[in-house]
């Protein structure tokens, strides 16, 4: 698929996932595993590893405050065009995290990135998830798995019941973009000496809690340097006037803040 975010965007609308093969250009897919492996090095080294399948799998969370390449590609334009068509024009991140996965690693349990949302979601997209897809997805080393058309559904899955799950298999360097109410996980990963390496950008609407609070973990100089759009996303910006106050509006915004009556409270 070439890179038009319109069409990107009804591909996931229609099927629940759309893949953009050859997305990630050779020379950036080297930088941002070359970063990605120190990380995973580092964070063991300092026992602070977030590990799963008894260590063989590993995530890293809150990229964005872990290197500049990441800053970079969280806000790919094409990416915020295609997700900002799904997300109604307006949406924040929600977190930035790795997930590799090794020989052994085990099946994530099935979700969507919306299940945490009583069900039935609402009729619109209240999440996305980018996938920046480092090592091929293959049969055997993890890829993710999704359940094609559950994202019309509108429910998470019921954890008593099978479903058949599709692996989502692609080259390295593709971008997935996933819709927010398909039921996905993590493959088991059952190749004999096989790492796959995976980003996951999860946005969402401006008015959900987010998953990794950015106001507090971010460092200053990764605020400092930001950009108006990375800025926004990492909730930096009022939401409608009436959301993401410090200590109430702001003073430019103080008569605009609140619905008012002819007579109102700041009138
Ligand atoms: O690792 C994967 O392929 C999927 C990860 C995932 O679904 C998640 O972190 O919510």
């Known amino acids: 698929m070439n890179l038009d975010a319109e069409k990107i965007a009804a591909m996931v609308e229609r099927d629940g996932i759309a893949v953009v093969r050859d997305f990630i250009p050779p020379d950036l897919l080297s930088r941002i595993r070359a970063r990605l492996d120190e990380l995973n090095r580092r964070e063991r080294e300092a026992g602070v590893a977030f590990l799963e399948s008894e260590g063989v799998n590993q995530r890293v969370f809150n990229l964005v ?5 990441f800053e970079q590609i969280v806000q790919h334009p094409v990416v915020m065009k295609a997700v900002g068509r799904l997300l109604g024009g307006d949406f924040i991140l929600s977190g930035f995290s790795s997930n590799t996965t090794g020989p052994g690693g085990e099946p994530m349990v099935l979700h969507s990135d919306s299940g945490y949302v009583p069900p039935p979601h609402p009729e619109y997209l209240l999440s996305a998830n980018a996938i920046w897809i ?10 993710t798995e999704y359940v094609p058309g559950s994202h019309l559904l509108r429910t998470n899955p ?51 809690r987010v998953q990794e609070n950015h106001l507090v973990s971010v460092r ?26 410090v200590d109430g509006p702001p003073p430019e915004m103080r008569k605009l803040a609140f619905p008012r009556r002819k007579r109102g409270v700041l009138a």
């Open 65 to 69: 405050n872990k290197g500049e390449v």
């Open 134 to 143: 480092l090592d091929d997805f293959t049969l055997e080393n993890g890829g």
């Open 158 to 208: 019921d954890p008593a019941r099978s479903y058949t799950c599709v692996p989502l298999v692609a080259p390295a360097g593709s971008l997935a973009i996933l819709h927010g109410y398909t039921w996905h996980r993590t493959g088991a990963n059952i190749s004999r000496d096989s790492y796959r390496r995976a980003l996951f950008a999860y946005y969402v609407r401006p008015f959900l």
């Open 220 to 245: 200053k100089e990764v605020w400092d340097r930001a950009s108006s759009v990375l800025r926004h996303l990492l909730g930096g910006d009022l939401y409608l006037n009436s959301i993401g106050f």
